[in-house]
């Protein structure tokens, strides 16, 4: 099975940055796509960005200009750089793993048991 676990969420003020990590082990290939996903109360799984095994990007248009995903050459481990962070940012991030260069949550096999990040104005 593939073990994601997430790191570096926290509190920061509205502006601020923060770096989420996501290191994977296990059964975990390569030519996985690396995703991340956030979800606040009482909402559903949110698309923030995906980053394929040849580091194709795509973000979602409320994140652009703003997030910046990356990986290691090994591809084991994804990070979601956050800047200019928002009140609406607000979430539990999670990390996820697929086959596909999908954005949505159905596309990804095994997510880690995410970070929160709380962004306050």
């Known amino acids: 099975q593939v073990q994601l676990v997430e790191s570096g969420g926290g509190l920061v003020q509205a502006g601020g940055s923060l770096r989420l990590s996501c290191a994977a082990s296990g059964q975990f290939s390569s030519t996985y796509t690396m995703g991340w996903f956030r979800q606040a109360p009482g909402k559903g799984r949110e698309f923030v960005s995906r980053?394929?095994?040849?580091?194709?990007?795509y973000y979602a248009d409320s994140v652009k200009g703003r997030f910046a995903i990356t990986r290691n050459n090994p591809g084991n481990m994804v990070y979601l750089q956050m800047n200019s962070l928002k009140p609406e940012d607000t979430a539990i991030y999670y990390c996820?793993?697929?086959?596909?260069?999908?954005?949505?949550?159905?596309?990804?096999?095994?997510w880690g048991q995410g970070t929160q990040v709380t962004v306050s104005s």
């Open positions: 996820a793993a697929g086959l596909s260069a999908a954005t949505t949550p159905n596309e990804y096999n095994s």
């Open positions: 980053i394929t095994s040849g580091r194709n990007t």
